[in-house]
């Protein structure tokens, strides 16, 4: 079934693209998986997949359109006229649906809206652009199902057969009161075992989790894993049930987020796509390396300060990058298992003493290996004794203060709600540079000064 | 309803241990979600863990130790006897089951199984044992509902009815032949809509993505996210049915992968918890430290050979943190961008060349930026024009190659099937100080001696 992206594919309907030859094109995606048929349009130009899209039935289109990733999708859609996009619309959930117009120009948005046919479908759009994308409001779709407490089960099977075409796939029923307000919820299973006239309110869980709409992302996606849901319904602040958000818009808020977190450690300032122009990128990575340039050049002035030490004795000069990268080594290391921590487990205050004893613990072992080897290195390659034991020293206190300051910064930054991800990153690496510097020349000027 | 975790009430339950107050412990939990005593067992010690564990509905019990994390389980469960184990087996689904006795020793597996008193359940494990932890089958349940194409829908709900208890979730039905080979699925949406006599034959779908049992759990994950699966079935390579894997696993494989590879960014040789004991954390460390260290003692030794150009112009030595923190971050960056990009796109050959082009874009500016930047605040504070052009060449030729370097590495390591996120770790940080070193000098050889 799944279509090959290989060369010769996509080299045969380039041609038939150019040929305008629909048969090919229509016969060879007959029947894909839209998400297949996306794959094969990132391979293509703009005016190339509008072309294919085009010839595709209306639900496939749709649906790959709203599989597209943010910025592609943004772009693609300059593509579309206000009533294009209009007659597709109804074939995607309206969650997508609002993130898709989320994305456009305030004027074409509201073009695409007053062309959409079906009224409830507008309405649920309006609704949906109110909330922020980045909180449960955002997240969730309006189509779901939900029957009243005081309904039977045969009544129930009625509302699932009505809202059988606007909601592709049911998890579970939602119960709610005359007022709407969630009270439980029904998994179908049970509905299929229930009798016809068997009543909901003697069947439904009572014990449901729900989320208000204003949570954050994060935290929806926190609760759905903790409690393995695969929906789960969202409520206003007087319970009222809003709408549902399914899992697999909750994956991709988790798979965003680790990229976003792992591009924080690396010193991107704001989130680079591999489709990012040159300028945009350029952009995004510079604010790190212009503090890390900061930071150099501050430790150059600093190392300024003992211009005669080094005239004296060169050799320490040659040891100044193994300071500097065990330093940052160690550093990232630390706050890359204390920022992992931080997001798994909720932890106690008391537990802070006890990391840190067990960091330094951790610290003591590992500066005492590294400063032994490269103690007895020097002394086996003819450095001098004073010189070894600089190197040594400097290590050891380098590797100690560099995990104590990657352990206790992301546990700072994360008690102001700053993302501790940011502690990873180059603002380690920088800070460790200065200290290790200035533990150098420090335990060097005390030594050679006897 | 979600318990409070509060240090109050934590302080109550410690004394309610002590005490043996079973009524308060029994009350304080009913009805609590077994996610939720996980969280407090997370804060009692073993024994105290072992005591709330005994007096819970052995459902709850069960839920809650497979729902432990690995590490965790595995000395929580050093407290239970075979027999103890071998009851609460049964309430928890196979995959889980399976997990958890994967982590036993052979001998106590053994017995638990033994002990197991019903024998579908102890077939299931033993059948879930055979596969590797990391692909399809070690995910897989054997938990689902199959039906006979030739059924009707009553026998179809039939069998829901009698398997009812033992697959607590239910998405589908899926659809076999008389020799168990997987044809299609059923939703539980069409089931209830369906008139009692149908045939499954007229009402399945027959274009099911299902996955082999031997595939990779990340290729699991890939396809459960791209076609926005929450189940998918597990066939053998006949196509027979086997089980199924819920999304809320592959949710869990998502979560460690993208851990595993920030630690693997940041120098982790093992997986880390935060957990472990100092000598595992230790050892955990170590390794990359002393490729680190290695690579500053080689770079001592090479920098040793300009001894007499560091005696002559000190301030030299000053920049050395400056090149090498600029190409360490430099490469990172780089890295991190092309690390992601080869997990989330497929991309064919022929864009190498544009990536390189673009990198290269990118280098340069942000190359002219800082080295224009370093050199104006080197002359305004009084550097000799010759070593400010030095450092100043010698850093823009570092941002390029760290570039170049950054993005090359992952694309030759994942085409030799290697995790590209090494690449982004001290491997390129390490492999960077040694070329930013030579670059510095080398620079500083060739215009001094101009």
């Known amino acids: 079934m799944q279509l090959e992206l290989s060369k010769e594919y996509l080299e045969r309907l380039e041609t038939a693209i150019e040929k305008r030859d629909e048969a090919f094109i229509r016969e060879s995606m007959d029947g894909e998986h839209p998400a297949d048929i996306s794959s094969v349009l990132y391979e293509l130009d703009t005016a190339q997949s509008k072309y294919v899209i085009d010839l595709l039935p209306r639900e496939v289109s749709a649906e790959i359109i709203s599989s597209l990733d943010g910025d592609t999708q943004r772009k693609f859609l300059k593509a579309f006229t206000s009533a294009e996009l209009a007659e597709l619309i109804p074939y995607v959930d309206s969650d997508d649906a609002a993130d898709l117009l989320n994305q456009q120009p305030v004027k074409f948005r509201e073009e695409v809206i007053a062309l959409i046919n079906d009224a409830e479908t507008a309405n649920h759009i309006i609704e949906l652009l109110h909330y922020d994308e980045d909180c449960a409001g955002g997240l969730m779709a309006k189509e779901l199902i939900k029957a009243n407490i005081n309904w039977t089960v045969v009544q129930c099977i009625e509302e699932i057969r009505r809202q059988a075409e606007d909601v592709e796939k049911i998890f579970s029923v939602y119960v709610v009161d005359d007022e709407d307000k969630l009270l439980g919820r029904v998994s179908l299973k049970k509905i299929i075992l229930a009798r016809a006239y068997t009543r909901i309110a003697d069947i439904y869980e009572d014990d449901i989790i729900a989320v208000e709409s204003y949570r954050d992302s994060e935290e929806v996606a926190e609760m759905m894993q903790k409690y393995d849901l695969e929906t789960i319904p969202v409520v206003n602040i007087q319970g009222k049930l809003l709408g549902r958000i399914t899992i697999d818009d909750v994956v991709d808020v988790i798979t965003e987020q680790a990229e976003l977190d792992q591009q924080m450690m690396s010193g991107l300032s704001q989130p680079e796509e591999e489709d990012d122009g040159v300028l945009t990128s350029a952009k995004a990575r510079l604010p790190w390396l212009l503090i890390g340039m900061g930071g150099g050049l501050l430790g150059a002035r600093f190392a300024g ?79 001098a004794l004073q010189l070894a034991l600089v190197v040594s020293i400097a290590l050891f206190s380098v590797v100690i203060l560099a995990s104590l300051m990657g352990t206790i910064t992301p546990i700072i930054l994360n008690r102001f709600e700053i993302n501790p991800a940011l502690a990873s990153g180059p603002f380690i690496t920088t800070a460790n540079d200065l200290l290790g510097l200035a533990v150098y020349f420090g335990v060097a000027h005390w030594l050679y000064n006897l």
């Open 305 to 383: 300060f003992f211009e005669a030490d080094i005239k004296l004795i060169p050799a320490m000069a040659f040891f100044i990058p193994l300071i500097t990268a065990t330093g940052g080594n160690v550093g990232i290391q630390s706050s890359t298992v204390v920022v992992q921590s931080l997001t798994n487990a909720s932890f106690l205050g008391n537990s802070f003493y006890n990391r840190i004893v067990k960091v330094l613990l951790v610290a003591l072992i590992n500066a005492a290996v590294i400063s032994t080897l490269v103690f007895l290195f020097n002394i086996l390659t003819g450095s």
